[in-house]
């Protein structure tokens, strides 16, 4: 063995040595919801070869002030790369998709069989609810789909406190740290989501066949409306 594949073979055991193990995520299956502006959102999951346009798609954002879009943007662009280099543990990653078109990113992480941890839910098309849209259904991932007791979910901007805290009445849990720093914890339990989601999480599937082709190719952003 040469030195040169010698030191490949050194390299990739010590790649597989710091990615994080898995429990074993559940395929989430694409909804579409029909927004009030008369469009159709299609929810799906995204794939690794996706992000790096999202990547540059979002960057305008890390000096967007308005409604914290800023802190939002700069700890979603960590996380998206945290995923694509599989430097976070069992983090899934949604788009919002319309046409093609990203109209919002929703991703987050299971900590364990049973508790779930929200990272963020960005809105890149104001006015529809798409946002509270995506909220609903990456909470449906966890309850639904992973069959978990719990979410841990913080909010950025108050914005973002009255749509989750408030309307879901969530409790209220200080004394358990999120991963998004020192901002309160809130608890989503299943008690909870059993109460409103037949509210708030709407949505059709199967999902209809043209509605996936239409969404099957992410077309380049060509503007954010925020």
Same mark, same amino acid.
């Given at each position: 063995? @040469?030195?040169?594949?010698? #030191?490949?073979?050194?390299?990739n055991e010590m790649e597989? /040595?710091?990615?994080?193990?898995?429990? !074993?995520?559940?395929?989430?299956?694409? /909804?579409?919801i029909p927004l009030t502006?008369?469009?159709?959102?299609?929810?799906?999951?995204?794939?690794?070869?996706e992000i790096p346009a999202?990547?540059?798609?979002?960057?305008?954002?890390?000096?967007?002030? /308005?409604?914290?879009?800023?802190?939002?943007?700069?700890?979603?662009?960590? $996380?998206?790369?945290?995923?694509?280099?599989?430097?976070?543990? =069992? $983090?899934?990653?949604? #788009?919002?998709?319309?046409?093609?078109?990203?109209?919002?990113?929703?991703?987050?992480?299971?900590? %364990?069989? *049973?508790?779930?941890? @929200?990272?963020?839910?960005?809105?890149?098309?104001?006015?529809?609810?798409? !946002?509270?849209?995506?909220?609903?259904? *990456?909470?449906?991932?966890?309850?639904?789909?992973?069959?978990? =007791?719990?979410?841990?979910?913080?909010?950025?901007?108050?914005?973002?406190?009255?749509?989750?805290?408030?309307?879901?009445?969530?409790? @209220?849990?200080?004394?358990? +740290?999120?991963?998004?720093?020192?901002? +309160?914890?809130?608890?989503?339990?299943?008690?909870?989501?059993?109460?409103? *989601?037949?509210?708030?999480?709407? !949505?059709?599937?199967?999902? =209809?066949?043209?509605?996936?082709?239409? %969404?099957?190719?992410?077309? +380049?952003?060509?503007?954010?409306?925020?």
């Open positions: 063995m @040469s030195t040169l594949d010698k #030191w490949n073979v050194e390299l597989r /040595k710091l990615r994080p193990p898995t429990i !074993g995520l559940v395929p989430y299956e694409p /909804k579409v502006t008369g469009e159709d959102m299609l929810v799906r999951e995204a794939r690794d070869e999202v990547l540059e798609a979002i960057k305008p954002l890390l000096d967007h002030e /308005k409604d914290y879009y800023d802190i939002v943007a700069a700890r979603i662009y960590a $996380e998206l790369l945290g995923k694509l280099r599989y430097r976070v543990q =069992d $983090e899934y990653l949604f #788009w919002g998709l319309i046409d093609g078109e990203l109209a919002g990113i929703v991703n987050g992480r299971i900590v %364990n069989a *049973k508790t779930g941890m @929200s990272y963020h839910t960005m809105t890149l098309k104001r006015g529809a609810r798409v !946002g509270a849209q995506l909220f609903a259904a *990456k909470m449906e991932y966890h309850f639904d789909f992973m069959n978990q =007791d719990e979410v841990l979910i913080v909010a950025e901007s108050p914005n973002g406190f009255r749509r989750w805290m408030i309307e879901y009445e969530l409790e @209220s849990a200080p004394d358990r +740290p999120h991963e998004l720093g020192g901002v +309160p914890t809130f608890v989503l339990t299943r008690a909870l989501w059993e109460k409103h *989601k037949g509210i708030k999480n709407v !949505g059709l599937r199967p999902a =209809d066949p043209e509605i996936i082709k239409a %969404n099957e190719i992410m077309k +380049p952003i060509a503007e954010i409306h925020v």
